[in-house]
């Protein structure tokens, strides 16, 4: 088994979410850490995802990564959390993110903040340590009466997803592991990982005990053309369509870049997410408009190709590798030239 790898059960848009049972068998059979489930409100809903990946298998970590905590009263992710927790005998990771302010917007929803995640991490601790909580009034909300069980004593980790400084300093301080932005360059990467563990030291923690995966795309040439152009060109396309900003900056690429990306007619008629519902003609055509440089940053080539790239993920200072946006079945050859790799 691979403790320092992962992947996504049902990576990217799904319309069957029965899929995931033969997937985290799949991904539990090639030796893989931990499976991620990534929550969209539609068949994607996190907390009946987990249930049924932990309890069709019997080894693997199942975690999200992530959920927001302001879609649920914390009573009900609490529950959730440790439900799951007993049923797959420890393997479930409880991983939160922010989420799209836009998105809750529309929903009536406030903007998730660092303050909230933070306040809302404390909140579930100490409903996992059995405390009854009264007259909470903190970022996360006001409740007058926090209680499970008292008999509790869940020792459940948590994850963050983190992009900024500000939520990766979080995570250090917080939270047990964090997850990585896909499309981080090099640089970032070391760069992110550096501002979490010394977070971690500040806050009195080991910086050691916090893990970092990198979410690196890692899509062979082993896979049909059409599968590649979506699963690179489309899904970093869907990134900046939403965060584009953000990326853009954090990645110290060039903004001007952006701005011509999001002026091209064929992306600003987009009506949703490209990785989604652009044709391969479309994809074709959004490839031209982003820079080599900006697609490189990914597993690509051979699967031996691929199993050095995440290798080097690992060497640039990242404890664990997400291979992303693949299934399982799309990473077998990748994980057996890793294997093979590092056997030698």
Known sequence: MNPELGCYLLAGAADD???????VRLAEELGLGTAFISERFDVKEAVTLSGA????????????????????????????????????????MLGLGRGGARAFAAWGL???????????????????????????????????????????????PLGLVAFGPQTLALGGRAFDEVVLHTYFTDETLVRSVGVVKEAAERAGRDPAAVRVWSCYATIGDHLPEGRRLRATVGRLATYLQIYGDLLV????????????FRADPVVAGMRGAIDAIATDAQLEHISGLLPEEWLAVAARGSAQDCAKSVRAQ?????????????????????IAAYRARNSR
């Open 17 to 23: 979410p029965r899929r995931i049972i033969e997937e």
């Open 53 to 92: 990946a932990g309890a069709v298998s019997e080894r693997i970590r199942i975690a999200t990564a992530a959920t927001n905590h302001n879609t649920r009263q914390p009573i009900v992710t609490a529950a959730y959390a440790t439900t799951i927790h007993r049923l797959t005998r420890g393997r479930f």
């Open 110 to 156: 406030p903007p998730v903040t660092t303050a909230q995640l933070e306040d809302f991490a404390g909140l579930m601790r100490r409903l996992w340590r059995g405390e009854t909580i009264r007259d909470h009034d903190g970022p996360a909300g006001r409740y007058p009466r926090l209680r499970l069980d008292p008999r509790f004593a869940e020792p459940i």
């Open 249 to 260: 900056a954090t990645n110290r690429w060039d903004p001007q870049l952006l701005t011509r």
């Open 314 to 334: 690992l060497d640039l200072g990242a404890d664990a590798v997400i291979m992303h946006g693949a299934t399982p079945a799309e990473l077998a050859p990748v």
